[in-house]
């Protein structure tokens, strides 16, 4: 069974960085792309980024408006997903959740999700 | 950036009736688009793919359709664990969501 396990949310005031990490297990982590998207607090799903395999050069690629300030990295040997938010803003908080790739684009299996807010 | 808008923002039914959703793209995204359910408290599921292929373990109640900018989402008759919100999603440029539709008990 697929499992996700996202931790490292909190508390971090404006400016501040944040580092997510994402635990998988149940399926081979190395042969498959990972995602983060994000979502305020009663508000819609929002996609930041994923990273692709090695096989196919390890590309990152990230929504635009985040880009520059998020970077996602992948550890094979963990079977860990990371996403690293620096120059935290207000409208950064929400919960953060990691999910599979499925067919190159879109959404398989997600994690319960972890609380980021960004607050002074 | 593709814009995704779903139709309507809520839709208030009674269980055992038809709900049918909207999904329209700003342009083109062929059939490189996704449904996901999303229940409170908890992260977003797949349900639909290349706007008609079920996910695993989807109920055949559960029917995608459409291509190019209009899609439809289409749950025959409601049960009571269908109500919930349902955002759609296309992979076609990047990757972007609709704002979702919320499918409530009336």
């Known amino acids: 069974e697929v499992q996700l396990v996202e931790s490292g949310g909190g508390l971090v005031k404006p400016g501040g960085s944040l580092r997510l990490s994402c635990a998988a297990s149940?399926?081979?982590?190395?042969?498959?792309?990972m995602n983060w998207v994000r979502q305020a607090p009663g508000k819609g799903l929002e996609w930041v980024g994923r990273?692709?395999?090695?096989?196919?050069?390890?590309?990152?690629d990230y929504a635009a408006p985040l880009r520059g300030r998020f970077t996602i990295s992948r550890d094979d040997s963990k079977s860990t997903v990371f996403l690293q938010m620096n120059s935290l803003q207000t409208e950064d908080t929400g919960v953060y959740y990691c999910?599979?790739?499925?067919?190159?684009?879109?959404?398989?299996?997600w994690g319960q999700g972890t609380l980021v807010t960004v607050s002074s | 950036e593709i814009v995704l808008t779903q139709s309507p923002a809520t839709l208030s039914l009674s269980p055992g009736e038809r709900a049918t959703l909207s999904c329209r793209a700003s342009q083109s995204v062929s059939s490189y688009l996704a449904w996901y359910q999303q229940k409170p408290g908890q992260a977003p599921s797949l349900l639909i793919y290349d706007a008609s292929k079920r996910a695993t373990g989807i109920p055949a109640r559960f029917s995608g359709s459409g291509s190019g900018t209009d899609f439809t989402l289409t749950i025959s008759s409601l049960e009571p664990e269908d109500f919930a919100v349902y955002y759609c999603?296309?992979?076609?440029?990047?990757?972007?969501f609709g704002g979702g539709t919320k499918v409530e008990i009336k």
């Open positions: 990273i692709k395999t090695k096989d196919v050069g390890g590309t990152k």
């Open positions: 999910s599979t790739d499925y067919f190159a684009g879109f959404l398989g299996s």
């Open positions: 999603q296309q992979r076609s440029n990047s990757l972007t």
């Open positions: 149940g399926f081979t982590f190395s042969n498959v792309w």
